[in-house]
């Protein structure tokens, strides 16, 4: 964080203000972990913080400390719009567009309020009085955790703090194992743990708590797995009604499309999953090595992300979604056979 954004910041926050802290639409560990971990600094400050959330996230997230004052804005629309207007400062974490918050989009266009963006994330939009935009850190918990300690803050972090920060790391780098993961963010994770954070607990929480539906439709996903030798490349494809025969809920398919990259040779993996009610088919990418599937998600799927971990979607139906990415394959062959 350059020292114009911190002093700007230590400005803003030089006397209680009221501030709304809003992750991005179906978060994740990462950004619900930023969101929180900011949000109990800000309290322990003397702020008056609320986390607004565009929509729920997944259970298995919900050990989070703070995670009982996170405010639904689907399910408490009113509400939220009275404090998003009565915010002297809102936080927009772990995303860098608002088109990434659904319908809190147009109440956010409304407000006069100051912006504050912390996010890790390419091609930032220009919203925000202070834009704390870094793409090449592992996650937006390892900013927010050195923005605490630029705003001297460092001593303020506790065991509640460092666990949700903890977590959004742990999450956003595959366990440690992809490319942005830096021997700062191994530093940055030891000194949340010297502040007690619990990694163990955390890891069990995240990763080692199954349903037998989950697994079920697990097994179901790599069922559909197709591989593509010639493209290095396999995907998956999770229809809608595949998805209510094993009562899915929200973040049962996390870490799926994962299982491509474990194969020997494929550089490219990518799941498709239905949502019938959005009318959209929802995709996530993942790549080794310098493929980009951030600017492959750009150009073809409405989407974005990181260089080896992107999102996007679509809204041809399943069949020919998948119809449509196996024709781009062609045109990125000699890319992905490198």
């Given amino acids: 964080m350059n020292s114009a954004n911190v002093r700007a910041l230590k400005a803003l926050l030089n006397t209680p203000q009221k501030i709304a802290i809003i992750p991005h639409k179906n978060p994740d560990g990462d950004a619900i972990g930023a969101a929180l971990g900011l949000h109990l600094y800000l309290k322990k400050e003397g702020h008056n913080s609320v986390v607004i959330s565009p929509n729920d996230y997944p259970e298995f997230l919900k050990w989070m400390p703070g995670t009982s004052e996170v405010m639904i804005f689907e399910k408490q629309n009113t509400q939220a719009k009275e404090l998003i207007a009565t915010a002297e400062i809102i936080f927009t974490v772990d995303f860098n567009d608002l088109g990434r918050i659904g319908q809190m989009k147009e109440v956010l266009e409304e407000t006069e309020t100051t912006f504050v963006m912390v996010d890790h994330h390419h091609s930032p939009a220009d919203y925000a009085s202070i834009m704390y935009s870094d793409s090449g850190m592992s996650s937006t918990c390892e900013m927010i955790y ?7 803050g460092e001593n303020e972090i506790n065991q509640e703090i460092a666990d949700c920060l903890y977590a959004g790391i742990l999450t956003d780098t595959g366990s440690f194992k992809y490319a942005a993961t830096t021997s700062e963010t191994h530093r940055v994770v030891a000194a949340l743990i010297d502040r007690g954070a619990r990694s163990a607990e955390i890891h069990k929480e995240i990763f080692d708590t199954n349903t037998p539906s989950r697994l079920h439709l ?3 996903a790599l069922n559909n797995m197709v591989i593509l030798p010639e493209y290095s490349t396999a995907y998956i494809t999770l229809n809608q009604d595949e998805l209510d025969k094993h009562q899915f809920k929200k973040g049962d398919t996390e870490g799926f499309v994962n299982y491509g990259l474990t194969l020997a040779d494929i550089r490219l993996a990518v799941i498709f999953i239905e949502n019938r009610e ?6 996530s990418f993942r790549s080794e090595g310098d493929f980009s599937v951030n600017e492959f998600a750009r150009a073809y ?3 974005g992300g990181h260089t080896n971990a992107a999102g996007g979607k679509s809204t041809r139906s399943m069949q020919d979604t998948v119809i449509y990415f196996r024709n781009l394959l062609e045109k990125h062959k000699s890319e992905l056979s490198r």
């Fill in 146 to 152: 050195h923005m605490i300690k630029a705003l001297g």
């Fill in 218 to 220: 697990l097994g179901c």
């Fill in 278 to 283: 959005e009318g959209i088919i929802k995709i």
């Fill in 301 to 303: 799927f409405d989407g």
